[in-house]
């Protein structure tokens, strides 16, 4: 089923197909860059790339709602990343990489709004695996209460104990994708939980993150300053502190899957606020099959 509506939007800043799917079609416009130029940056195979050029289509990115599609396919493209039809690319790097995963669990880690979630849920979903999120099981172990309500009721420290409670549990499934908390990097004993699967960080530049954030609001987010000031600058003075104390940390991951360098790849510049989940999906399968296939 398809629709549509205005025309003339400006590049488009990435949208969560979730936020739209049930509503109008989008039609936006994309700059035209050079396709066989990306395309050879993207470190994939030559199967993959022919099958990628089979899939080039005209200018306009079509976002659609179908019954068919799952969240992870929803953007169709017409040029990077609407150039290609992702979703079949990354279906495809999914059947490829899925076998050599053993079974093993995905940690995906990062700082706050890096994406956690909505790429986890995209990447889950083409491997055939579940998507858990940390955060949301403390909520539930702690009945019902919100993480803000926990830092409140009960400080950090309750809140990161509960935190080791749920990744030591999770650390013994299997098949999931699984999206931690951007402080979940820096217990050691976590990371000895997160060993039993594979751990992916999802490195986001701070300005981006800033930005994410600042436009959902700082509510839900309890180590967030709630002092008054411009939301943007306070934000990313303490997301710079946070990431300070933790950058280390993150880098204990076994896959660093960095949004600046698949910007560079895709010729984009620094522009990292249109490279979409699915893409970071697929860059993400990548890194694994370079860990495991090495
Ligand atoms: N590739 C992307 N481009 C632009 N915005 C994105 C992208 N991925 C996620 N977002 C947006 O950033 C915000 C944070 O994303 P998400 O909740 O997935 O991050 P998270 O790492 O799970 O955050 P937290 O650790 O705080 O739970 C959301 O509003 C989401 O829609
Ligand atoms: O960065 C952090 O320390 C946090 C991130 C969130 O996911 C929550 O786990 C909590 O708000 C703490």
């Given amino acids: 089923m398809e629709a549509r509506f205005s025309q003339g939007l400006q590049l488009p800043t990435w949208t969560n197909p979730k936020k739209i799917a049930g509503k109008p079609v989008s039609s936006l416009h994309f700059i035209q860059k050079n396709v066989e130029q990306r395309l050879h940056q993207i470190p994939i195979s030559c199967h993959l790339l022919t099958r990628i050029r089979k899939f080039c289509r005209p200018l306009v990115l079509k976002v659609s709602r179908s019954s068919e599609n799952s969240p992870a396919s929803v953007l169709k493209s017409g040029t990077f990343p609407s150039l290609f039809d992702e979703s079949k690319i ?106 039993k699967g594979i751990s992916v960080w999802l490195d986001v530049p701070l300005e981006a993150l800033a930005r994410r954030i600042t436009a959902i609001g700082t509510d839900s987010r309890p180590l967030l300053h709630h002092e008054s000031g411009d939301p943007y600058l306070k934000t990313m003075k303490r997301l710079t502190a946070l990431f300070e104390e933790r950058g280390e940390a993150y880098a204990n991951a076994n896959v660093r899957v960095s949004l600046e360098n698949i910007a560079a790849k895709l010729g984009l510049d620094d522009d990292v606020c249109n490279i979409t989940p699915t893409v970071i999906a697929i860059e993400v399968l990548l890194q694994l099959e370079n860990l495991l296939k090495n």
């Fill in 90 to 195: 990354l279906r495809s790097k999914s059947e490829e990489i899925e076998p050599y995963l053993n079974g093993r669990c995905i940690f995906l880690v990062g700082m706050m709004g890096s994406g956690k979630t909505t790429v986890g849920e995209v990447l889950s979903e083409a491997l055939g695996y579940s998507f858990c999120d940390c955060d949301t099981l403390i909520e539930e172990a702690v009945g019902g209460r919100t993480v803000a309500e926990i830092f409140k009721l009960h400080g950090e420290c309750f809140f990161r104990d509960n935190e080791t409670e749920v990744l030591k549990k999770l650390s013994s499934e299997h098949r999931l994708v699984i999206s931690t908390g951007g402080g979940a990097v820096v217990r050691p004993v976590n990371w000895k939980h997160m060993q």
